[in-house]
């Protein structure tokens, strides 16, 4: 087909938006029918609500005029966030001599959730992008405002990949599977026959876990809020100009401070029975 000396090229046709039942809500003749016709193809279910209403606006950009604005704020906002959001945090004074130690694993498990964030907030941008795009009529303005977006997101995705941690994942997983396999064997093995070892071993053992637990969540608080002084509101901004496309993706620091939560109930738990077990 000669897309360029077809007259009705990049328009949509009627009988087809018929033909496709979300669409029909684009010839609803008012807000009334609207809200029936949602309510009949989509269903009681919230998902099922959201993909009618999502599916039924096809107009690539919600707001056009606002977009590259958008798009330039969220791109800085990656770039400040690339910048400051690893950098070292302050820490209490209570820590005594361990505050550098502390501080060093703290930052690396910043840096964790941080660079998973950026990495995934990028990917995200630039999949969203390609996808309008692809969804855009042929040479419209917002068709050529998307591509030149997508290209810069493809961009600055590869400038920030990188390694989560910052040093080679091998060496990290050889080093502290080793050690932690070590130290647990040589424990275990001093403590097996001496139930003073055996108390000793467990009150190491959660103080440990307990350590952990909260560098852990301390180190999520500082990459929660990092975040969110960076990009929360720079990429609300985004999806709103591109409407309906949900919610822009979250970090991790929630989920990581429960997973912490949990392993030292666990560990309080499992460590009294174990070591009562062998007394």
Do not use: C
Not at 76 to 102: F, Q, Y
């Amino acid at each position: 087909m000669d897309f360029e000396n077809d007259p009705h090229a990049g328009e949509d046709s009627p009988e087809l938006l018929d033909r496709i039942d979300a669409l029909r809500v684009l010839r609803a003749s008012s807000t009334e029918e609207k809200g029936r016709l949602l309510e009949e193809i989509g269903g009681p279910g919230k998902v099922e609500q959201e993909i009618v209403s999502q599916l039924s606006k096809v107009k690539p950009l919600w707001q056009p005029s606002q977009f590259s604005e958008a798009h330039r704020i969220a791109m800085r906002s990656l770039e400040v966030l690339d910048r400051n959001g690893v950098r070292g945090a302050p820490m209490p004074t209570a820590l005594g001599p361990l505050r550098p130690v502390v501080a060093v694993v703290v930052q690396l498990v910043t840096r964790l959730i941080v660079r998973g964030y950026q990495n995934s907030l990028a990917s995200n941008i630039r999949k969203l992008y390609e996808r309008r795009e692809a969804n855009s009529i042929w040479g419209s303005p917002a068709h050529v405002m998307l591509r030149r977006a997508r290209i810069n997101a493809v961009q600055v995705e590869q400038g920030l990949k990188s390694n989560p941690v910052g040093v080679p994942s091998f060496l990290i997983g050889g080093a502290a599977l080793s050690g932690l396999f070590s130290l647990i064997a040589n424990g275990l093995t001093s403590a097996i026959d001496d139930s003073t070892g055996r108390i000793v071993l467990g009150v190491v053992t959660a103080v440990l876990m307990l350590s952990l637990s909260w560098v852990a969540i301390y180190a999520a608080s500082i990459a929660r809020r990092r975040i969110r002084l960076t990009t929360e509101q720079p990429m609300r901004a985004l999806w709103d100009t591109i409407g309906a496309a949900g919610d822009p993706p979250r970090d991790h620091s929630y989920t990581f401070a429960l997973v912490a939560l949990i392993l030292l109930a666990l560990a309080a738990l499992a460590i009294p029975l174990v070591v009562s077990a062998f007394l």
